[in-house]
């Protein structure tokens, strides 16, 4: 059983915001960081204890591209307090619908018609819908029409959205996290929507049996590269890997590096430069 991460809060405030907030988060992607939340005047960044020395945080050793185009910047760091996280997010959750085909909301807000509706609440998870990348993933999968008999994996899947989504849809869906919040709160969430999924806790699908037909990861750059070996291994000739987390400029770094491992690129979609992109094992 893998221990739950203790994760660093990192607040930035940068000046200019443009376009030092999207240079400053390209170099934090390179460091162990795994998710970030725009804010008016920069960035949020949340990052593992144990992988990340705060003391030695110097913006002139660990952001140099950031530091040589800011006017300012600057930072608080704090660590996550599991008691006040769904205090901060109600207060600021707003539902959101996905085309006409999902809406997503919490349990407090009216219901939204839509094809799908989606009722999240993230205790300490990430994946409420509002993230470009689970939106644009969101979009993908509400496209698709028939996912009956469809094994489906979420990789990295914090509030489960997405395997809830999928198991509406009638797919048969399992959900890995590194963290056993994230994986109670899938359970909890499957539940509120009337739908089963299997989850549970690891730091990778290498246990995972069988092949599934579509593999959803929805991470960030540097665990897509460092796990498509893994991912390859549980897809068959006609499976798709969908992926996300990442900014368009890293698209190419991706596709090359997937392409090492037998995947090609068929379709991707960029929003506020995030990119969510669909990949195919070549078949000769």
């Given at each position: ?62 952001f140099p591209y950031t530091s040589g185009i800011a006017e300012s910047i600057e ?205 195919r094992l070549i078949n000769d």
């Amino acid at each position: 059983m893998s221990v739950d991460p203790v994760y660093f809060e990192l607040t930035f405030t940068v000046k200019p915001l443009v376009p030092t907030r999207d240079v400053l988060v390209d170099e934090l992607s390179a460091l162990p960081f795994d998710t970030f939340l725009e804010t008016e005047d920069g960035v949020k960044a949340y990052v593992d204890q144990s992988l990340f020395n705060a003391s030695e945080l110097s913006a002139i050793d660990h952001f140099p591209y950031t530091s040589g185009i800011a006017e300012s910047i600057e930072w608080t760091i704090s660590e996550i307090q599991q008691e006040n996280w769904n205090a901060n997010w109600e207060s600021d959750f707003k539902p959101i619908v996905v085309g006409d085909r999902v809406s997503v909301r919490a349990s407090f807000h009216k219901r939204i018609e839509a094809d799908y509706e989606l009722v999240i609440e993230p205790k300490m998870s990430f994946g409420t819908g509002h993230h470009q990348t689970t939106y644009q993933m969101l979009d993908f999968l509400s496209r698709l029409d028939n996912l009956e008999n469809k094994r489906i994996l979420d990789m990295g899947c914090g509030t489960s959205i997405l395997a809830i989504l999928a198991a509406l849809k009638g797919a048969s869906c399992d959900a890995i996290d590194i963290d056993s919040w994230c994986i109670e709160n899938s359970l909890e969430n499957a539940d509120r929507n009337k739908v089963s999924i299997c989850a549970w806790q690891d730091d990778s699908c290498q246990k995972a049996e069988g092949y599934y037909d579509l593999i959803l990861a929805n991470i960030n750059r540097n665990i897509l590269l460092d796990q498509v070996s893994d991912y390859v291994t549980k897809m068959n000739a006609s499976s798709e890997l969908w992926v996300s987390g990442f900014y368009i400029e890293d698209l190419l770094l991706l596709t090359d590096a997937f392409s090492v491992h037998g995947l090609e690129l068929i379709e991707s979609t960029d929003l506020d430069r995030w990119v969510a992109a669909k990949f195919r094992l070549i078949n000769d």
